[in-house]
């Protein structure tokens, strides 16, 4: 049997709000399954010493106007990327693998494709603990222990620990897809992920 695939990202990267809108089917079409795996990026960049796209101001510019033509293109729901002082995806993160432990692989994928939509679609402040319980309690969670899961070191150990994880094997942005041990960095190269799981790779 196909391994599945691993598919990295940060909540608050537009490439993976798209890539999250695409790669179960896609991976589904070819006989896999995807391991969702959201990683808290500044753990990421500091491997690298990077900074996040939008910190520069010619190439965030440019992602900006990216962004949006891609998501037209695919046809993508997507309002922009709110203008935020603090990015969500560290608590949204957070939360998702506590939904994972508790109700399943599947309930943290519905609250995180429900989170995506809610950052990009409806500019909702994910992060607030009220948007959060509602988010968590579509998915069957219990709304009144979001603030509990926040501030638990436990589970920002958990997050922390993945993103170190992730980081050894290579990951350094959103999103991050890896089969077979080949990885495919951004959205813009579905096209080749697609074309890998279709011939097993060349």
Known sequence: ???????YFSFGSPPGYFASTRIDAL?????????WR??????????E???PTIAYPRKGAYHVRDWARTARLHGIPFAG????????SRVVAVVFYRLADTLGAEAA???????????????RGVGEPSV??????????????VAGVVGAPAHTRRLEAESRAAAERGVFGSPYVIVDDEPFWGFDRFDQ?????ATGGW
């Open 38 to 47: 959201p990683v808290d990026l500044r753990e990421v960049f500091a491997e």
């Open 27 to 35: 991976a589904a079409a070819y006989g896999r399954g995807v391991r």
């Open 193 to 197: 992920l697609e074309r890998w799981l």
């Open 132 to 145: 959060l319980a509602e988010l968590v309690s579509r998915v069957g969670g219990d709304r009144e222990a």
């Open 81 to 88: 990327r709110p203008e935020v002082a603090v990015s969500p």
């Open 49 to 51: 010493g990077l900074k």
């Open 1 to 7: 049997m196909a391994d599945d695939v691993d598919f």
């Open 109 to 123: 994928r519905n609250f995180g494709r429900d989170a995506f939509h809610a950052f990009f679609v409806d500019h």
